[in-house]
């Protein structure tokens, strides 16, 4: 299975705007539950959101939502039900998106299914030529990422089918490695389970919600996949994602800064153009693992140079829409990416696969997100410098946020409060009506007493 996030929260950002004028208390909902979905509470997170339907069930933001959640929960069936309706209440905005992404994490991926039905039929030879063909052909999806990774991912069980059922896919790997030593898809395929399986009992919360249990388990299960791997290297042949899983490895073994830029020079050595290298190093490099602020972003700037030319542009915008969608960052947020080289990278995403629903949707988002980002940062700035009294600074800032997000009530009604400051009562009047307008307030008036 290729595993991809739907439609995520930096969309419903956008929809959070636009349904503000709407019911305080489901926005809050929705916010607590974002929070309580990033620490892992994900029965927690599923409720807030629930609540907010019932608060406001035309709530677009709280169906997607609620609809990630059960995505990352494996209930696929619910997942889809709430990106439909998300989809039948914002069609122009959600329908595209929905289909283009839900197609990709329903598990009916055909290298994925191929992969199972020979490994359990025990056709060793055959499961070898497939990953030799897709390793072969270099085929790849249009955010960057090769088919081959479908064989292995595909291996992986979901993480809500029990321990035993695990279990049982590491036995059956573990025979295809028996039969077939020689076999790297074999050794990366066991490896790649194993990895999965550790960060299975990690769970996807903060640490302090990590059982020792789930340490315990964490750790022996990632060092047995990175024991699996690091003896396969002596086999003559050689498959790019063996140093994926590795670097995925690494990173739960808290690898310093010298291991784990070992791993991945080698690796890009030995396949320049591979994306998830790219993809696993901006992970790495993340303030939340081992990385410092705007690291990643500069690091990926490096990295998209040295390629050069279009396939680096394309790099580029293929790290930024994978670490949106498949790790819940928005990547715009610390202002240190280039959204003009985004933008382009696309454009030559949407040159080489131009039947790719997704990337056009995914180009359009992320370049809402974007500006909604940078909407948020003058509206920040301008907020900042009413409160330091300096009006012009103040001024110039909320123009800005409500050049960019016209229907934003709260750069109105500050924007209002500026003008009052310097006198303009009449400006100050029609700001405040305006902010009135985008979301009504009982017994709301603008102060006459100027």
Same mark, same amino acid.
């Given at each position: ?27 809050? *909902?929705?916010? !607590? %539950?974002?929070?309580?979905? @990033?620490?892992? /509470?994900?029965?927690? =997170?599923? #409720? +807030?959101?629930? $609540? &907010? ?9 709280? *169906?997607?939502? !609620? %609809?990630?959640?059960?995505? @990352?929960?494996? /209930?696929?069936?619910? =997942?889809? #039900? +709430?990106?439909? $309706? &998300? ?27 191929? #992969? ?335």
């Amino acid at each position: 299975m290729r595993y991809k996030t739907v439609i995520g929260h930096f969309l419903c950002a956008a929809l959070l705007l636009i349904a503000v004028s709407g019911c305080r208390d489901a926005t809050g *909902y929705v916010k !607590r %539950g974002i929070e309580r979905e @990033k620490k892992g /509470d994900f029965d927690g =997170a599923k #409720a +807030d959101f629930s $609540k &907010a339907i019932e608060l406001k069930p035309d709530f677009v933001a709280a *169906y997607i939502d !609620r %609809g990630d959640v059960k995505y @990352k929960t494996d /209930d696929l069936n619910g =997942a889809q #039900a +709430d990106y439909s $309706k &998300a989809a039948k209440l914002e069609p122009d905005l959600i329908h595209p998106h929905y289909l283009s992404q839900f197609a990709q994490v329903n598990p009916t991926n055909p290298i994925a299914d191929q #992969a199972v039905i020979l490994l359990e039929a025990k056709q060793y030879d055959k499961l070898d030529a497939l990953a030799a063909t897709l390793r072969t052909s270099k085929q790849c999806y249009a955010d960057g990422v090769w088919e081959l990774s479908s064989l292995y991912n595909g291996l992986v069980p979901l993480n809500s089918v029990p321990d035993a059922a695990w279990d049982d896919r590491l036995s059956d790997i573990g025979l295809w490695a028996v039969a077939r030593p020689d076999s790297i898809t074999a050794r990366v395929a066991w490896g790649n389970v194993l990895v999965a399986y550790a960060w299975k009992a990690r769970g996807g919360g903060e640490v302090n919600t990590v059982t020792p249990e789930g340490w315990k388990l964490f750790f022996q299960r990632l060092v047995q996949g990175a024991s699996i791997l690091k003896a396969a290297k002596s086999l003559n042949e050689q498959c790019p994602e063996y140093w994926s899983v590795l670097m995925r490895a690494a990173l739960g073994l808290q690898a310093d800064r010298v291991q784990f830029d070992g791993i991945f020079d080698e690796a890009i050595k030995f396949k320049p153009d591979y994306e998830a290298y790219y993809f696993r190093r901006a992970i790495y490099l993340l303030p939340r693992w081992d990385g410092r602020e705007g690291e990643w972003e500069s690091d990926l700037t490096k990295s998209a140079d040295k390629l050069g030319g279009e396939d680096g542009d394309m790099l580029y915008a293929q790290i930024v829409w994978n670490l949106s969608k498949g790790y819940f960052i928005n990547p715009f947020q610390g202002g240190n990416l280039s959204w003009q080289r985004v933008d382009k990278g696309f454009g030559i995403i949407q040159q080489r696969f131009p039947d790719s629903l997704e990337a056009r949707m995914e180009r359009a988002y992320l370049a809402a997100l974007e500006q909604y980002t940078s909407a948020m940062a003058y509206y920040n700035r301008g907020y900042a410098d009413y409160r330091e009294g300096d009006l012009n600074g103040a001024l110039t800032n909320f123009d800005k946020t409500i050049e960019l997000l016209p229907t934003f009530y709260g750069a109105y009604y500050c924007r209002s409060l500026v003008k009052t400051a310097r006198g303009d009562f009449v400006g100050a009047q029609t700001d405040y009506d305006k902010s009135i307008e985008l979301k009504p307030r009982p017994g709301s008036n603008f102060p006459q007493n100027h």
